[in-house]
């Protein structure tokens, strides 16, 4: 956790002392997408981000620091009386998570507020290194965040209940049904969002996740019955 604070006050650091043109007109409620500003109906806001995530040792079974790249791609669509409905796919190639759900915002001046929940079907495939294993599963993710608007940047922080709905596996012809916890755990994250080029914005930003059951990890095969801390650091562009 520490590791992840000083990440990101390097991060805002580095943001607040970057140069903005004086004629580039920031507009966060049209560029921004963790940032939780009210939407228009019918706006759309899309980003494409990869974050990087730390697996726990007694998982991958080495004290080498393990990345795991994890791709995504994401969309908000404005819906009438401050609602909006946000879907995503993300993939670290043997794996797909595919969500969607709700959101209503609230925006106080620079201040933005969100609720909402996200349902997740993910699905893996594994046929490599002598494996002829499939799984698949459903998920649920309330969550709310916060935001604010500074001169030259947003601050937003993001969390998250995990609730398991179902889970199944297949090694071969066998058909396994997982017996998950239904309370897989929480997250936590921290999103800077600022001007790249033109109306173009990127986000880097830090999460730190608390869960049982961490669904990029499931090719490890891990038999631990205990919640794991996994940070992650993400890099996202919005366009």
Request: hydrophobic fraction near 45%; proline fraction near 4%; avoid cysteine.
């Amino acid at each position: 956790m520490k590791i992840l604070l000083n990440l990101l006050f390097t991060i805002i650091i580095v943001v607040y002392f970057t140069p903005v043109g004086i004629a580039q007109q920031l507009n966060f409620n049209e560029n921004t997408f963790f940032y939780p500003h009210t939407f228009r109906t019918g706006q759309i806001v899309s980003s494409l981000g990869i974050a990087m995530a730390k697996l726990p040792e007694d998982v991958v079974e080495t004290d080498d620091v393990f990345r795991a790249p994890l791709f995504s791609y994401r969309l908000k669509y404005g819906l009438p009386e401050n609602f909006l409905a946000e879907g995503s796919v993300e993939t670290n190639i043997v794996t797909f998570n595919f969500m969607l759900g709700p959101k209503w915002n609230y925006q106080f001046d620079k201040l933005a507020f969100s609720v909402g929940t996200d349902l997740s079907f993910y699905v893996g495939k594994l046929e490599q290194f002598g494996f002829d294993t499939k799984f698949n599963g459903w998920a649920l993710y309330p969550n709310i965040s916060a935001g604010y608007q500074f001169e030259k940047f947003t601050l937003s922080l993001k969390s998250e209940l995990v609730f398991n709905l179902a889970e199944q596996s297949k090694n071969g012809d066998s058909e396994i049904e997982n017996d998950l916890d239904f309370f897989n755990g929480w997250t936590i994250g921290v999103y800077v969002e600022q001007p790249f080029w033109s109306d173009n914005y990127v986000v880097l930003g830090v999460r730190s996740t608390f869960l049982k059951f961490y669904y990029p990890m499931w090719a490890a095969f891990s038999t631990f019955d205990r919640t794991f801390y996994i940070p992650e650091a993400t890099f996202t562009f919005i366009f």
